[in-house]
């Protein structure tokens, strides 16, 4: 099992940067596949980003590229999300998920079985 702990949102004006980390602890994370995903408000939640658990293999949602870099520290067993030139329809609750073994990339949160807490990020106009 999984335990992930999302932190680095906050409130920021239109054009700003972030940088938001996830902890993970249980299974060793240079195994996991991992994800970021948001929920605005009154959304559901949708795929942000992946990256693969060497790191060399990123994938973006079409609305988030050339914005948003996904990477990670498997040494430091945290994953990251930089958010460049922040949009107001950028404003949500920001989550990271560990993907299921079985899945070796994929843009479906169903198969992602861990999931942080989640952390709010608000863009101001």
């Known amino acids: 099992q999984d335990q992930l702990a999302e932190s680095g949102g906050g409130l920021v004006q239109a054009g700003a940067s972030l940088t938001l980390s996830c902890v993970v602890s249980?299974?060793?994370?240079?195994?996991?596949?991992m994800g970021w995903f948001r929920q605005g408000p009154g959304k559901e939640r949708e795929y942000v980003a992946q990256?693969?658990?060497?790191?060399?293999?990123?994938h973006y949602a079409d609305f988030v590229k050339d914005r948003f870099t996904i990477s990670r520290d498997n040494a430091k067993n945290t994953l990251y999300l930089q958010m460049n030139a922040l949009k107001v329809e950028d404003t949500a609750v920001y989550y990271c998920?560990?993907?299921?073994?079985?899945?070796?990339?994929?843009?479906?949160?169903?198969?992602?079985?861990?999931w942080g807490q989640g952390t709010q990020v608000t863009v101001s106009s």
């Open positions: 998920a560990s993907r299921r073994p079985d899945y070796s990339a994929s843009t479906y949160s169903g198969h992602y079985n861990y």
């Open positions: 249980g299974r060793t994370f240079s195994t996991l596949g």
């Open positions: 990256i693969s658990p060497s790191g060399d293999r990123t």
